[in-house]
């Protein structure tokens, strides 16, 4: 759960330091340009790259509470990364967006889904499909996991793990469709159900031809006849 707390100290940038050109020249010195949206109030700031991915990779991920601190201010800012871009090529973080938080209101997420346990379908020889890979969800601040698991011990060949199939995480509710969201499924490969296919149709062949032979035995007698 994302109960853990994290102290993360930020600079609010002047008006003269906003746009790309000053953001590219942030990102060189190792800071990352952001913004902390409040209440009434939306602060460009800029945290050190270091310190932000220390805070963000904690027990609680990206789901952690930030105790934001703005330029050493005594009274702290409680926010949540809500968006953040990344570098393609690198991975790290280019820019990131706070949201200011109120601990006793709920707040949505989305949470990534992580895929646990062994499937039975897979043992024999079946595909395994990840559907959705997060959810969305609505809780309390410190009651959002960092992430949802789906145990796929039951997944047989041919069948599919729902939402509606994971128990019930506390404090937290589930905002997707609990039926019409698949997480995964799991399915014959396709060669196999092809030749599977043919199988069948081959037995359905071979149980016609006593009654096809029936039939031209029967009627030989009458090509005999009028032949004579």
Known sequence: ?????????????????????????????????????????????????????????????????????????????????????????????????????RLDQPIHASVAVQLVGDSPGVKQGGVLQQVS???????????????????LGELEVGGTLRLEDLPPIEGVTFLDDPHETVLASCTMPRGISDLEEEEAEAAEGEGEAPAEREAAASAEPEAADTEE
């Open 133 to 151: 890979r997060e959810l969305n969800v609505e809780g309390l601040p410190a009651a959002i996991p960092e992430r949802i698991e789906a145990d």
């Open 1 to 101: 759960m994302s109960g853990e707390r994290v102290r993360l100290e930020v600079k609010e940038r002047a008006e003269a330091e906003l746009g790309s050109r000053h953001a590219r020249r942030l990102r060189k010195q190792g800071l990352i340009p952001g913004v902390l949206y409040g209440r009434g109030h939306v602060r460009p700031v800029v945290v050190g790259e270091r310190d932000l991915r220390a805070a963000l990779t904690g027990p609680s991920g990206m789901h952690a509470i930030l105790d934001v601190v703005i330029d050493d201010q005594k009274t702290p800012h409680h926010a949540v990364v809500k968006t953040y871009q990344q570098n393609p090529l690198r991975g790290v973080i280019t820019h990131v967006d706070f949201h200011e938080v």
